[in-house]
């Protein structure tokens, strides 16, 4: 892909994972969960999150999404996306578990439509006051066109 932004999906063994690169590190790898959503619901979800970058000041990479109503551990895993000034994107990731994925569900169901309804606010830190972690990089329309292409295929 290009300089900022790359999404990679391997099959290794048994497994599919996902790769997140910012320009050219490695943010976050995470093996696929298909009990809920299969590689075509996360592929769509990640088109239209990147498209959403259009329009949108925020949006969301669902990279992990195990239904409580499945056997297993729930669970929630996103990449939020914020766009600054359209110039620049910041990336955080999140993780939610068993009681917050508990707690963060009770009003509304979470679907591919919904996931944006649950971005949290961009941090810098947390509630204990440990600092959180973030990416950044330029925003090119091109290269995020470029890369939608890429997932379509």
Not at 4 to 7: A, F, M, Q, S
Not at 116 to 122: E, G, L, S, W
């Given at each position: 892909m290009g300089k900022?932004?790359?999404?990679i999906v391997q099959k290794i063994a048994r497994e599919t994972v996902f790769k997140l690169f910012v320009k050219g590190e490695l943010i976050e790898q995470a093996t696929l969960i298909f009990k809920t959503w299969n590689l075509c619901d996360y592929k769509k979800?990640?088109?239209?999150?990147?498209?959403r970058l259009r329009?949108?000041?925020?949006?969301?990479?669902?990279i992990c999404y195990n239904d409580k109503t499945n056997r297993g551990f729930p669970a929630i895993s996103t990449v939020d996306i914020f766009k600054v000034l359209n110039s620049k994107v910041l990336f955080q990731s999140r993780v939610f578990y068993a009681d917050e994925y508990i707690k963060m569900l009770k009003e509304k169901e979470y679907t591919m439509q919904s996931c944006?309804?649950?971005?949290?606010?961009?941090e810098t830190h947390n509630d204990h006051g440990w600092e959180l972690q973030y990416w950044s990089c330029d925003y090119d329309p091109q290269e995020i066109d470029q890369l939608i292409e890429e997932l379509k295929k």
């Open positions: 900022c932004l790359n999404i979800q990640w088109i239209e999150a990147l498209e329009t949108y000041k925020t949006t969301c990479l669902v944006y309804d649950f971005i949290m606010p961009f």
